[in-house]
């Protein structure tokens, strides 16, 4: 089931989470295809992507409580166990464009070993198991 390098701008969340990345869509059983697909798992008691304040695609500075108290609970957890940002990514989003923050996900990402993805959840290989240098 593990797709080598299924990164693409669709995967990558409000809330700047690159789904590609996830375990949920990593795994093999009870896959999620993201959280921007119509049968989305992670998304349905997201805050973050029900928010009636959001304008476009993802969270931004536009928004008067940006980041709010869910986005800045959630990029602190994800900077303190796996080492990557939510706001970090939004901000890349914003200063380069979605298609070259996919490119810098894909190059960060992706297996030096085997060309799989690695498991921002788990720090290794989604194909192969090496672990994340």
């Known amino acids: 089931m593990a797709v080598k390098n299924p990164f693409r701008t669709t995967l990558i969340a409000p809330c700047g989470m690159n789904c590609a990345i996830c375990m949920a869509y990593l795994r093999e059983k009870n896959h999620c295809n993201g959280c921007r697909a119509p049968d989305r798992k992670c998304h349905i008691n997201c805050a973050i992507s029900a928010c009636e304040k959001m304008r476009g695609k ?8 940006y980041p709010c108290k869910q986005l800045r609970h959630l990029d602190e957890r994800y900077r303190k166990r796996y080492g990557m940002s939510m ?14 923050f996919v490119r810098t996900e894909r190059e960060r990402w992706t297996c030096p070993a085997c060309g799989g993805t690695i498991d921002v959840h788990h720090a290794k290989c989604s194909v192969c198991g090496k672990e994340r240098e």
């Open 87 to 100: 706001v970090e990514n939004l901000a890349a989003i914003r200063e380069s464009g979605i298609r070259a």
């Open 58 to 65: 993802f969270c931004s500075p536009g928004c008067a409580e």
